[in-house]
């Protein structure tokens, strides 16, 4: 293994996505820090979801390969990614709305359904960093409020220990509010817990409050990278 790359929690080479002829993600090649808020960022139908996908392993790449803290992740099926220590919040929510928020807590725990202490253990540590889910955790999730719905989601998403999560625009549709109790979530688990963050966000602002390091999409290519600090300035973001 090379140990520069086993350094890092998450190395993108030459990754390429198309639908049909069209390029959706083209050669995108870049490196996740551990314990970082990577933010992509980019205007609507830059690629960023796609990439967002293809690095999960969603979408299968027309080229390129991801590397998990040294790994390639590539023909690893799911359940197996997951073991890894990697884990997916897609854009569009994702909670079994008839479900209760324990429920929904549970089914994060698929790969070791079997093994009733450990689930325990993960809903115990999930209760303890979101005391609210507690509170709630007989209550349909469907009733929740956005924010708290994303706190579900994220809640589950935990209780497989991963260490690098990809966040698909966790606050679209969120009052202002909530928006700030879930980016302050992503802020604990990056200072706390030393999770790495792939967040995709829109609201550029934002999220150069929280990320470490941006990367800004343009159809499909990168068009600037760097610490979130250089990117002061706001009239490169055209889209805005
Ligand atoms: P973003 O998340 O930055 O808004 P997306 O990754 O969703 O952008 O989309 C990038 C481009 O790829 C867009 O032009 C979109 O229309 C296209 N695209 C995304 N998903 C599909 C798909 N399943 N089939 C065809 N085209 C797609
Ligand atoms: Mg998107």
Request: without cysteine; proline residues 4%; hydrophobic residues 40%.
């Amino acid at each position: 293994m090379n140990f520069a790359e086993a350094d890092k929690a998450v190395v993108v080479k030459g990754l390429e996505r198309r639908f049909g002829a069209f390029v959706a993600v083209n050669r995108i090649s870049l490196e996740v820090a551990k314990g970082e808020i990577f933010g992509f960022l980019g205007p609507n139908g830059a690629g960023k979801s796609t990439l967002l996908k293809a690095i999960y392993g969603f979408l299968e790449p027309a080229a390129g390969e991801v590397l998990l803290e040294g790994k390639s992740l590539k023909g690893v099926p799911t359940y197996e990614r997951i073991n890894m220590g990697i884990a997916y919040i897609p854009q569009q929510p994702g909670i079994f709305r008839w479900m209760s928020v324990e429920e929904n807590l549970e089914m994060g725990a698929w790969t070791f359904r079997q093994d009733r202490r450990r689930i325990q253990r993960k809903l115990e540590e999930n209760y303890t960093r979101f005391p609210t889910l507690k509170e709630r955790r007989k209550s349909q999730a469907g009733e929740l409020s956005g924010g708290m719905q994303r706190m579900v989601e994220i809640g589950r998403t935990l209780m497989t220990d991963p260490k690098v999560i990809l966040v698909d625009e966790p606050t679209a549709g969120l009052a202002t509010m909530l928006s700030e109790t879930v980016y302050q979530m992503l802020v604990d688990l990056r200072d706390k817990e030393k999770i790495t963050i792939l967040l995709v966000d829109q609201d550029i602002r934002r999220a150069l409050k929280i990320a470490d390091y941006v990367y800004v999409l343009e159809l499909g290519v990168n068009k600037f990278e760097g610490p979130a600090e250089e990117f002061t300035d706001l009239e490169r973001a055209f889209w805005v």
